[in-house]
């Protein structure tokens, strides 16, 4: 009887669980029931070496998460920037710093732009890099609070762009969490924006990540910007897209005491640019040594920002060259660019083409020349990209034709050349037009062989900055001959 009392005493504990399962009958089913009831609380046992009496097993991981999560839920909150600046201002230095962003950045750092605060020059900062090639842009702000802060370029770029044309509020904090379990900070930083319309906050990572900005040890060699800029567009169409030929990608830059050289060459064509510097500078500029010669070749990449970014209005544009680095740098107005040049020895093309000579004169109008290219350009495809070029000096005439499959065409133009010469011979259309257009007067003159030599075509009649002394060549490449 006492150990059925014993076991009798046990069902009020366990009734409440077990009534919404089943009701005992009698005492031998009660009886029956007992040995379950010790399994079932084995498994809810508590280890020898936790006092129950101190603290309930329920309660202490709720206690424990409680405790970190009220943590955490009081950051340190560090306040960064606050400044007011114009929409415009901010726009445009976006739109010019987005140039540097890797299409597919290797680090989440390298999609964003570090905005600097710097409240004693009361401007704003922006720095924009894929390693190879940083572009910084300033613009004049109301500096509140100095800071700085790395966000994706693209979004806020977005962002500017749709704020309508009036003052934008910039603002960034950083929040620090220290976690219990670890001895290590976590820091959340945000940049938010606010117009007249609504308020934007986006999510950041710390300058502290952002990729160090190297400045180049050198003595700025100042140029005038029209000739820098006229320089590389006569010879920037010519480079190499092939990643292959490595250093055909960019322009090969010859700096000395009087001279400026751009040479370009893809393995098909040549351009080659050379202008004067003497008497055009309206300021003094580091004077070079009688025998020294600076040359570097630049990624194609990099001067096609230097063109676009170089308005009328640049006077003057800063070189710094650092050949121990192999990095140089450019300076105008409020804006920085640096990138590395390329490696490797560039071809001699002017030793390549002192072999030919060129004892024909052909002499075109350019605008009917390249209108002309434009026309039958609609018929060329990805197999065949040549057109003819049929001289007649008895008609004083060029014919341009092309044939193809689906189509031919025929374009007659005037032409100013030797009454005796007929002469067939076929380029690469794209890579004609492109030349023509390069070229920067009214006319083109085309020094020329035969069917099997390259031609040389130079600015002819009115030019478009006389003021300039330039000397512009650019040489092509037959496709394949046919005599007439």
Same mark, same amino acid.
């Given at each position: ?7 009798? +005493? ?8 077990? %009534?919404?399962?089943? $009701?005992? +009958?009698?005492? *031998?089913?009660?009886?029956? *029931? ?6 079932? /609380?084995?498994?809810? %046992? ?12 329920? *309660? ?18 560090? =306040? ?48 924009? $890099?894929?390693?190879?090639? $940083? ?10 609070? /100095? ?12 962002? &500017? ?25 976590? /820091? ?37 910007? $029209? &000739?820098? /800029?006229?320089?590389? +567009? ?16 960019? &322009? ?22 050379? =202008? ?27 001067? +096609? ?57 052909? !002499? ?79 006319? !083109?003159? !085309? ?17 478009? *900055? ?10 092509? =490449? ?7």
């Amino acid at each position: 009887m006492v150990q059925t009392a014993s076991k009798q +005493k046990v069902k009020p504990a366990m009734q409440t669980k077990q %009534t919404s399962v089943v $009701t005992p +009958k009698c005492e *031998n089913e009660v009886s029956a *029931n007992i040995p379950e009831i010790p399994k079932a /609380k084995k498994k809810k %046992t508590t280890p020898p070496d936790v006092d129950i009496s101190a603290e309930p097993i329920s *309660n202490k991981p709720t206690n424990k998460r409680s405790a970190k999560l009220e943590s955490n839920s009081q950051p340190l909150i560090e =306040l960064g920037m606050e400044v007011i600046c114009s929409q415009t201002k901010f726009h445009d230095a976006l739109s010019l710093v987005s140039c540097a962003t890797p299409a597919k950045p290797i680090h989440p750092i390298l999609a964003n732009a570090l905005i600097l605060a710097d409240i004693e020059t009361q401007q704003i900062h922006l720095t924009v $890099t894929d390693l190879a090639l $940083t572009i910084q842009a300033s613009f004049e702000a109301q500096v509140l609070l /100095k800071g700085e802060i790395t966000v994706p370029v693209e979004m806020l770029f977005d962002i &500017v762009k749709h704020c309508p044309n009036a003052n934008i509020n910039l603002n960034s904090q950083t929040q620090i969490i220290q976690l219990n379990d670890e001895d290590k900070q976590t /820091k959340i930083c945000s940049l938010g924006l606010s117009d007249a319309d609504g308020k934007y906050e986006i999510r950041g990572i710390s300058a502290e990540e952002f990729p160090p900005i190297y400045t180049i040890d050198a003595t700025p060699i100042p140029l005038p910007a $029209t &000739v820098f /800029k006229d320089g590389l +567009k006569g010879a920037i169409y010519a480079i190499s897209t092939d990643e292959n030929k490595y250093i055909l990608t960019g &322009v090969h830059i010859q700096l000395a005491q009087e001279k400026l050289k751009f040479i370009a060459t893809d393995g098909h064509r040549v351009a080659i640019t050379e =202008l004067s510097i003497l008497g055009i500078a309206r300021k003094p500029r580091k004077q070079l040594e009688s025998e020294e010669i600076i040359q570097f070749t630049l990624p194609g990449r990099v001067l +096609k920002e230097l063109v676009r970014n170089l308005d009328e209005s640049v006077e003057f544009i800063n070189l710094w060259y650092d050949s121990q680095t192999n990095r140089l740098g450019f300076a105008w107005q409020d804006i920085i660019l640096k990138c590395q040049y390329l490696e490797g020895a560039y071809p001699d093309c002017e030793q390549l083409l002192a072999r030919f000579s060129f004892d024909r004169e052909v !002499i075109l109008e350019k605008a009917f020349l390249v209108k002309a290219l434009e026309r039958l350009a609609v018929l060329t495809d990805k197999k065949e990209k040549g057109i003819y070029l049929q001289f007649d000096g008895t008609l004083q005439q060029l014919r341009l034709s092309i044939e193809r499959e689906f189509g031919k065409g025929d374009q007659v133009i005037a032409a100013h050349l030797p009454s005796e010469m007929s002469l067939n011979i076929q380029f690469n259309l794209k890579y004609l037009v492109e030349a023509a257009k390069a070229i920067p007067s009214t006319a !083109i003159k !085309i020094h020329l062989q035969q069917s099997d030599h390259p031609v040389m075509l130079v600015p002819y009649g009115d030019r478009q *900055n006389p003021e300039l002394e330039m000397s512009m060549r650019q040489f092509l =490449l037959p496709l394949y001959t046919q005599n007439a």
